[in-house]
């Protein structure tokens, strides 16, 4: 079992910057991939980045892609997803979720634990 908690949503104007972490307590979480799933009102979740077990290889969804970089200290058992040139549309719910592989991790299907999330409100 892996208890995934979110923390560092918040509401910021359109532009600024956010950096929700994702923190697991014991020793199992570096072993994990995890990924960062928002879910607007409405909408289904959907994947926009993944890191692996080990902090080397990274994924991001083309929507994100040059503005958010995930980044993980396995010391602090916690992932973190820096958010920059923020846009009303990344309005959401974001959940962190953790999959034996990173490939598992870019799709809503793949992971096997979840966080509760942490909202994100861009004001445009």
């Known amino acids: 079992q892996v208890q995934l908690v979110e923390s560092g949503g918040g509401l910021v104007q359109a532009g600024g910057a956010l950096r929700p972490s994702c923190a697991a307590p014991g020793r199992t979480f570096s072993r994990y991939a995890i990924g960062w799933f928002p879910q607007a009102s409405g909408k289904e979740r959907e994947f926009v980045a993944g890191i692996n077990w080990s902090g080397g290889s990274t994924r991001y969804a083309d929507s994100v892609q040059g503005r958010f970089t995930i980044s993980r200290d396995n010391a602090k058992n916690t992932v973190y997803l820096q958010m920059n040139s923020l846009k009303h549309e990344d309005t959401a719910v974001y959940y962190c979720?953790?999959?034996?592989?990173?490939?598992?991790?870019?799709?809503?299907?793949?992971?096997?634990?979840w966080g509760q999330g942490t909202q994100v409100t861009v004001s445009s």
């Open positions: 979720a953790a999959a034996p592989q990173i490939s598992a991790t870019m799709t809503p299907r793949g992971p096997d634990y």
